[in-house]
């Protein structure tokens, strides 16, 4: 563990419970000098009072640790708002619905920026049946792929994972969706909002044609700048 908690984090948290230093060494059964020392940098609460102080506070030994308060206003968070985590040592996706503190291999991770596709990050969603088909034009190689397509709506998320050498394409329940992510594990997370909605069957980027023609488009562009 690289982080432990500090005594700003207990003073701060303390001070906005309206807690004297009192009060809170009687919840946790040590002398008020103590929480002194604590909160003045001469000394750390032992590993065992991490959880009754948490408890004292109302939060979780992961938001104490962290010094990040987590504030989830809306327990029921529409899904379009859900935050993604990926671990840059091991490339663990995790997905949150709302604020949340997160580690992974002694890192605290940050909640991903989702950027729009751009033309080094291509992607073609055609309409199969009651599925969405996804393809990604890019690289899948063993040092530069994409990590997962998501398929968010607004009481689901689906995810798929891939991998290095595979192929950069899959398949999503059409119901609900509103918005696509990819990551790619060099640039990051990119998204794109199927074009009209789900009910639009004439246009969009889930109609076959227009699919082709950008792909050719694409494959046009991509020629002429590499000749």
């Given amino acids: 563990m690289n982080q432990y908690v500090t005594g700003t984090v207990i003073r701060e948290l303390r001070e906005k419970n309206k807690m004297t230093q009192f009060q809170l060494a009687e919840k946790l059964g040590v002398s ?10 001469k000394g750390f609460p032992d ?6 102080i948490a408890n004292a506070f109302s939060i979780s030994v992961t938001e104490l640790i962290s010094g990040n308060t987590i504030h ?13 985590y990926v671990c840059p040592i091991c490339g663990n996706v995790i997905h949150s619905m709302g604020e949340a503190a997160i580690h992974c291999h002694g890192i605290t991770l940050s909640p991903l920026e989702a950027e729009f596709t751009d033309e ?32 968010a ?17 899959a398949r999503f329940r059409i119901k609900g969706v509103k918005r696509i992510y ?6 990051g997370l ?9 009910d639009d069957k004439e246009s969009g980027y889930d109609d076959s044609q227009e699919r082709r023609e950008l792909e050719q488009a694409a494959k046009t562009m991509f020629w002429k700048e590499n000749s």
Avoid at 32 to 40: G, R
Avoid at 182 to 187: L, P, Q
């Fill in 32 to 41: 008020d000098k103590t929480v002194s020392k604590w909160e003045t940098g």
């Fill in 47 to 52: 590993v065992t009072l991490l959880e009754p």
């Fill in 72 to 84: 989830n206003t809306n327990v029921s968070a529409n899904m379009l708002r859900s935050k993604i």
């Fill in 120 to 151: 080094r990050h291509m992607i073609f969603i055609e309409r199969v049946e009651d599925e969405y088909f996804v393809r990604i034009d890019h690289d899948m190689t063993k040092t530069h792929y994409i990590s997962f397509v998501a398929a």
């Fill in 153 to 169: 709506s607004s009481d689901g998320m689906q995810i798929v994972k891939l991998y290095p050498e595979g192929n950069a394409e």
């Fill in 182 to 187: 990819f990551y790619c594990n060099r640039d």
């Fill in 190 to 198: 990119y998204y794109i909002d199927p074009i009209k909605g789900i």
